[in-house]
């Protein structure tokens, strides 16, 4: 494969991928190494990947190559590549979370969602980049280099997880895992043109992934399609024992809803506080189309207020940057990770001190400083008490809106994807990016983002916002199917063998 260039193997989704595999079209090792070549070429340009896992990866995809020709009934994804997010844990390779303070770390056990990746015979092609701890929208504050836009290489991902976004909107790999904590899965999704899935929380197990805010942190799946999401999702579901928070009861039929997509007489809700001053025009001209065309569909479309969405914001950087502060705390040099100054000279608290002011990026420092200053005595109540009761308030608002309607709809982003450096020292305004995704990961409910077009001015993706009652995650694939049908999968146009200076991947590329 000549640089620049798609192999037409890696072109199809996910499902067309796996139904090649199963008939004997394709090798397993002939697509991993597709996929691998494919990241040669463009990734030092994307730089969406942390680490790669070559060898292992067609090892792997030769097994499960030779367990076809024996005759074995094999899982429906079995042999297609996947992505992991630098956060879940998968023996053999770093997890970094794109921090120093971990840099080089080799988990000693595999998250529960990477395992069950494996047992359904997918093919684990690396990690890939994040925000440092998954704490960011654009996927800048990665610790080692930022990932670029497919779609415009001087343009922002999204983040948390641009990585995943990125790699496969670059067509790198056909599926990859993220996790979501105010919208790190559906606003790279957004700005990247590809599909994103925050499930029900406590519908995918948490074990194994570095948490960053327990209450609101969940794995979902990433892919270019909605069916390819749902299977993906299917892989990843179901009830872990080692998660607290797991969800006893099996998932709903996502992957026949995704294939049906007959939206006829669903009430479908526009939710009124998700849009108008700060929202992109273009932005807006999309959603509407995505409306009306829902409408053509067979929806009834009406108008839902949730007022204290206005609000979820400011509740969210309360809890989360609290909740994080605790999580982190485990990160003192003292049991695994980074430690620097341990010379002998300076006590332990010293050495704590100057490991995190070195393993920590700039803003992680600023979250753990405003949590813990949140949870602090005398300001507990007034900052994190109070932002708790807003969450409630949040998640009564959605339960009287889907007393109206089955589903609610916004914009997933206010805007399309910025400009690399553009709001690193805007803090505010990187946050107001996941304006529309927060209030779903307060109240825990499910919700999916689907690319509904390009906008006029800058020919960038937009995405489409849909969110379901707990626990009706089906209803999402329903919803995003239809919106699909109208809105064909896009694929970038960039030239992404344009070299850039000093970018690199880590690892092997073997």
């Given at each position: 494969?000549?640089?620049?260039?798609i192999e037409p193997m890696i072109e199809g989704t996910a499902a067309e991928l796996a139904q090649a595999l199963a008939a004997g079209e394709i090798s397993s090792v002939e697509l991993t190494q597709a996929c691998l070549d494919r990241i040669a070429a463009v990734d030092p340009q994307v730089q969406a990947f942390l680490a790669l896992d070559g060898e292992r990866a067609l090892a792997?995809?030769?097994m499960i190559d030779d367990q076809r020709a024996a005759g074995a009934t094999l899982p429906p994804l079995a042999g297609v590549p996947v992505a992991v997010k630098d956060s879940f844990t998968y023996t053999g390779l770093p997890t970094t979370c794109a921090s120093r303070i971990l840099d080089g770390w080799l988990p000693p056990y595999n998250a529960t969602v990477v395992q069950r990746l494996i047992d359904a015979g997918l093919v684990i092609i690396g990690k890939t980049n994040l925000d440092e701890f998954a704490m960011g929208s654009?996927?800048?504050?990665?610790?080692f280099f930022p990932t670029r836009n497919p779609w415009d290489l001087e343009r922002?991902?999204?983040g948390s997880g641009g990585g995943s976004a990125a790699c496969l909107a670059a067509a790198e790999v056909p599926l990859a895992i993220g996790s979501d904590t105010g919208g790190s899965i559906r606003q790279p999704a957004a700005l990247t043109g590809t599909v994103g899935v925050k499930p029900t929380y406590g519908g995918t197990s948490r074990y194994g992934l570095v948490a960053m805010a327990s209450s609101l942190d969940q794995p979902g799946p990433c892919a270019r399609t909605v069916l390819d999401a749902a299977l993906l999702h299917q892989v990843m579901a179901g009830h872990?024992?080692?998660d607290s928070t797991s969800i006893d009861q099996p998932p709903p039929d996502i992957i026949a809803a995704a294939?049906?997509?007959d939206v006829k007489g669903l009430r479908i809700g526009v939710v009124e506080e998700l849009g108008g001053d700060g929202y992109a025009p273009s932005v807006v001209r999309r959603f509407q189309e995505a409306v009306a065309a829902l409408t053509a569909a067979g929806a009834e479309v009406v108008?839902?207020?949730c007022p204290h969405f206005h609000q979820a914001l400011a509740a969210y950087y309360l809890i989360m940057p609290s909740e994080a502060s605790s999580n982190l705390a485990r990160f003192d040099a003292m049991r695994y990770g980074l430690r620097v100054g341990d010379d002998g000279l300076n006590s332990v608290e010293q050495v704590m001190r100057l490991t995190r002011g070195e393993g920590f990026g700039p803003e992680v420092k600023r979250r753990v400083i405003l949590g813990t200053y949140a949870l602090s005595a005398g300001y507990y109540e007034a900052y994190y008490g109070s932002a708790q009761k807003v969450r409630s308030l949040i998640i009564d608002d959605f339960n009287r809106a889907f007393e109206q309607v089955d589903v609610l709809v916004s914009p997933t982003s206010p805007t399309t994807a910025w400009r690399l450096g553009e709001r690193v020292d805007d803090p505010l305004a990187m946050y107001k990016a996941d304006l529309c995704t927060i209030p779903s990961n307060l109240a825990g409910?499910?919700?999916l983002s689907v690319p509904v077009g390009l906008s006029d001015d800058d020919h960038l993706p937009v995405g489409f916002h849909i969110m379901a009652p707990p626990l009706c995650d089906d209803r999402l694939y329903l919803v995003g199917a239809a919106v699909e049908r109208a809105f064909p999968p896009l694929r970038p146009a960039t030239d992404l063998t344009r070299p850039l200076p000093g970018a690199a991947v880590k690892g092997s590329q073997a």
């Amino acid at each position: 494969m000549t640089a620049g260039t798609i192999e037409p193997m890696i072109e199809g989704t996910a499902a067309e991928l796996a139904q090649a595999l199963a008939a004997g079209e394709i090798s397993s090792v002939e697509l991993t190494q597709a996929c691998l070549d494919r990241i040669a070429a463009v990734d030092p340009q994307v730089q969406a990947f942390l680490a790669l896992d070559g060898e292992r990866a067609l090892a792997r995809a030769l097994m499960i190559d030779d367990q076809r020709a024996a005759g074995a009934t094999l899982p429906p994804l079995a042999g297609v590549p996947v992505a992991v997010k630098d956060s879940f844990t998968y023996t053999g390779l770093p997890t970094t979370c794109a921090s120093r303070i971990l840099d080089g770390w080799l988990p000693p056990y595999n998250a529960t969602v990477v395992q069950r990746l494996i047992d359904a015979g997918l093919v684990i092609i690396g990690k890939t980049n994040l925000d440092e701890f998954a704490m960011g929208s654009s996927t800048e504050n990665s610790a080692f280099f930022p990932t670029r836009n497919p779609w415009d290489l001087e343009r922002v991902p999204g983040g948390s997880g641009g990585g995943s976004a990125a790699c496969l909107a670059a067509a790198e790999v056909p599926l990859a895992i993220g996790s979501d904590t105010g919208g790190s899965i559906r606003q790279p999704a957004a700005l990247t043109g590809t599909v994103g899935v925050k499930p029900t929380y406590g519908g995918t197990s948490r074990y194994g992934l570095v948490a960053m805010a327990s209450s609101l942190d969940q794995p979902g799946p990433c892919a270019r399609t909605v069916l390819d999401a749902a299977l993906l999702h299917q892989v990843m579901a179901g009830h872990d024992p080692m998660d607290s928070t797991s969800i006893d009861q099996p998932p709903p039929d996502i992957i026949a809803a995704a294939r049906s997509g007959d939206v006829k007489g669903l009430r479908i809700g526009v939710v009124e506080e998700l849009g108008g001053d700060g929202y992109a025009p273009s932005v807006v001209r999309r959603f509407q189309e995505a409306v009306a065309a829902l409408t053509a569909a067979g929806a009834e479309v009406v108008s839902v207020s949730c007022p204290h969405f206005h609000q979820a914001l400011a509740a969210y950087y309360l809890i989360m940057p609290s909740e994080a502060s605790s999580n982190l705390a485990r990160f003192d040099a003292m049991r695994y990770g980074l430690r620097v100054g341990d010379d002998g000279l300076n006590s332990v608290e010293q050495v704590m001190r100057l490991t995190r002011g070195e393993g920590f990026g700039p803003e992680v420092k600023r979250r753990v400083i405003l949590g813990t200053y949140a949870l602090s005595a005398g300001y507990y109540e007034a900052y994190y008490g109070s932002a708790q009761k807003v969450r409630s308030l949040i998640i009564d608002d959605f339960n009287r809106a889907f007393e109206q309607v089955d589903v609610l709809v916004s914009p997933t982003s206010p805007t399309t994807a910025w400009r690399l450096g553009e709001r690193v020292d805007d803090p505010l305004a990187m946050y107001k990016a996941d304006l529309c995704t927060i209030p779903s990961n307060l109240a825990g409910n499910a919700a999916l983002s689907v690319p509904v077009g390009l906008s006029d001015d800058d020919h960038l993706p937009v995405g489409f916002h849909i969110m379901a009652p707990p626990l009706c995650d089906d209803r999402l694939y329903l919803v995003g199917a239809a919106v699909e049908r109208a809105f064909p999968p896009l694929r970038p146009a960039t030239d992404l063998t344009r070299p850039l200076p000093g970018a690199a991947v880590k690892g092997s590329q073997a």
